[in-house]
């Protein structure tokens, strides 16, 4: 038998789990994951390999209605992630009621989409019944109720998936899972931990990027809009920005060393340039 190989992409409204199911897909953390809509910003590629066989996910951003220019680049990124690839997973949430962002999402799929049920393992057994016989409505070909956390049917998902690769070369050596840069993965860590550490509604007002790296110092930048946001960040005598040096240490290699600058540039999201520069 050949090899087989495929892209896969993984859509659905912000939220609904994709980073945390391609997490669990992978066995390994590729993408960052928060409580707070809109944490994925850019396009993300994970590789699973199994015997002859390879499978390339693609990460997008949660596709919504645009209201500033930054979501419409998201939503750039995302609807060409979904052309030209063998399979798409439409991620939907079992414990929340298939709502208008769904249906916009689920109109931008090909038909032989594949649809994902998932956060089973909060969902009462009737909800998770009521959301397939609604999901099905939708008229795709394949429905899998699964749990991105506890990993509950993510084996049939992949395994569905697999047969689904076409014969095709390995794109990618298999001792490979993220072609994610480590500059802007550590860029991505410092926004999740700050997303995690400040309990304040800050997402849409931070961006981070890494603007020196000699290991083992690395110089990370967070752009904040406003003064007020800026506290907020740093926190008390410098409270906050510790706490997240701390945790995003813990998972570099040992020696790292994080310096974290915070600046104010007001309306970032919605200036061309500054976008650019952060490559979104
Ligand atoms: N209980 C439960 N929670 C889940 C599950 N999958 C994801 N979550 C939670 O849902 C929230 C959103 O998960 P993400 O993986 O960041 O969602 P996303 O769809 O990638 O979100 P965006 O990046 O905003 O598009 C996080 O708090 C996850 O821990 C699941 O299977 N069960």
Not at 47 to 74: S, Y
Not at 250 to 255: R, W
């Amino acid at each position: 038998m050949g090899v087989r190989s495929g892209f896969v992409t993984i859509v659905g409204r912000p939220n609904v789990g994709k980073s945390t199911l391609l997490n669990r897909i992978l066995g390994q953390k590729v993408t960052i994951v928060s409580d707070k809509p809109q944490t994925t910003r850019n396009e993300v590629r994970g590789v699973l390999n199994r015997p002859d066989v390879q499978i390339v996910f693609v990460d997008t951003p949660g596709i919504h209605k645009p209201r500033t220019l930054l979501g419409e680049r998201l939503n750039e990124t995302a609807e060409g992630a979904i052309g030209d690839v063998d399979a798409v997973c439409l991620v939907i949430d079992a414990t929340a009621p298939l709502g208008p962002g769904d249906k916009w999402v689920a109109a931008r799929c090909p038909s032989d989409a594949v649809v994902v049920v998932n956060k089973v393992d909060v969902a009462s057994p009737e909800q998770v019944i009521d959301q397939l016989a609604r999901a099905s409505e939708l008229d795709f070909s394949e429905y899998f109720p699964v749990s991105a956390t506890t990993g509950d049917g993510v084996d049939a998902l992949v395994a569905h998936l697999i047969e689904r690769m076409p014969e095709g070369p390995q794109y990618y050596p298999d001792d490979m899972v993220t072609d994610v840069p480590e500059a802007f993965w550590v860029a991505e860590l410092v926004r999740e931990q700050l997303l995690a550490v400040t309990r304040e509604e800050l997402p849409h007002s931070i961006a981070t990027r890494v603007t020196e790296w000699e290991w083992p110092r690395i110089r990370v930048e967070i752009l904040v809009e406003r003064d007020s946001q800026k506290g907020i960040v740093i926190g008390k005598k410098g409270s906050v920005l510790k706490e997240v040096g701390t945790r995003v240490r813990e998972q570099l290699p040992p020696g790292a060393f994080i310096e974290l600058f915070v600046k104010v540039d007001k309306d970032w999201q919605r200036r061309p340039k500054a976008l650019e520069r952060l490559g979104y």
